[in-house]
Every structure is written in C-alpha cells, then in structure tokens.
C-alpha cells in the first residue's frame, strides 16, 4: 500500500482530532514520565499529550514515514526536546521501557489480532498505567459498505482482491471488556457516533480516501482509480442526501476503551 499522505489526512483535523480530545479527557492519570502515542499520524494527537503532561518523555510512532516526517515539523526536537518520532509497525512494537501511558488513537484499526495485541500491549504498562484506545467502528455505515460494493464489481476485483481482508476484524465493546477485565483495575468502554457537516459527496470521499479507502484504491490503475472514485462518488451522493442548510452530514461512530493496569 502506498505510503499516507499527511495533507489529505489533515483536511479535516479538527473532526479528526476531536475524539482523541475526548479519549484523553477521560485518561485517569495526574502526571506521566513516559507516554507513547502509537499510531501517531502527522503528531496531532502527541502534541495533545505534550500539552497534557508537560514534564513526560513523550514518542509517537508510526509506519509511515511521510506521516513521521510531517509530526516532527509539527513538533521539532530544537522546541520539544522531550519529545520523539519513531518508524515501527505496532504489531511488534515494545517500549523502551515501561510506560505510563500507551495511547492509541484511531490506529488500532489496522493492527491485526487484538485478542493477542490488546492484552500485550497492556501488560507493557508499570503498574496503575492506562491503556487509552479509540478506533472507528464504521464498517456497517453507507461509506464503508459502498467501499466494498463498488470493490464487487468485476471491473475492480481482480486488481483489488478479497476486499474483506483489508481491515482488521473489530470486537464488540462487551468483547474488549471481557479481554481487558481479567489484567485491569478498571475498564472504561464506550461507544459514540460523531455527526460531521460535509459540504458534498465529494468531501465524503475525501475523507475517507485519506483513510479507510486506501486500501481499495491503491492497487488500482489510473484509471482504474478514477472510475472507482467516480463510480463511488456517485453512490455516496445518494446515501447521504443534503440537509436542510444544502450540507451532508457523516455518521462516524468510533470505540473508546481505557484500562487501567493492575
């Protein structure tokens, strides 16, 4: 796949940014020495734990060198020299040592085997640290099944393959209790479905090109890519009609989890 484009992503930050707000807000810790933002995209949400734990060692991840090379321009070393970015895959990832928090925003998604990675990942805290995920959880809304609808047809398939496979299989809220329960002091679950005004089809598919549509888009040829796109285009236009003010508005529901270490 290729690499992200930080650009695309950021046209829309503070939708984006929004839920990582809101699964920091409900982090139970008064202070941190070392807290790891897994997934770190272009360092929106490290420069939110920055701002949260001013005294801590803070390192942001990522497997995308683009989004690294854009997240140290956003905080570069000479401003926050406690603060660093570093390329790693999340599905082997370890810490240097053990921290206070691991924070996860809107990156776990794409990691496989959460029934192995979660537990793991938690038990890499010092005891009393927080494990704060959040994940879409959008697969049975219009974008995402017209993604795999269009990815059907026979034009398509070929080049993109079996479609079911590009994303990780999400458990339910009761699931990811039921695997974090056992090693937490406490849990704290919860579900929302954010409602963004969009200002056409088009952002609709701007939006999620920069995200969950890479996959299907990126085997594609040119051209192949444009009919997609189009083809695409013109289903999102008709599940999400315009409202009253002339916009459309997005449904996006997303998975929030914190657990805090025994």
Known sequence: MADWNPALYTRYEDERTRPAHEL??????RSARLAIDLGCGPGNSTQLLVE?????????????????DAARERLPAHSHPRVRFELSDIAAWQPPVAPDLIYANAALQ??????????RLLDTLVPGGVLAIQMPDNRAEPTHQLMRDVAAEPEFAAAIG?????????????????????????????R?????????????????????LRPFVDPLTPELRERFLAEYERRVDAAYPARADGRRLLAFPRLFIIATRK
């Open 110 to 119: 794409w990691v496989p085997d959460h029934e192995r990675l979660l537990p």
């Open 52 to 68: 949260r734990f001013p005294g801590a060692d803070v390192i942001g991840t990522d497997n995308s060198q683009a989004m690294l």
């Open 24 to 29: 920091l807000a409900r982090v139970p810790l």
């Open 162 to 190: 079996d479609y079911t496979r590009l994303r990780t299989e999400l458990l339910d809220l009761t699931g990811y209790y039921d695997l974090l329960a056992p090693r937490a002091a406490h849990i704290d679950v919860w």
């Open 192 to 212: 929302t479905a954010y409602q963004h005004p969009m200002a056409s089809a088009r952002a609709i598919v701007d939006w999620v090109r920069a995200t969950g």
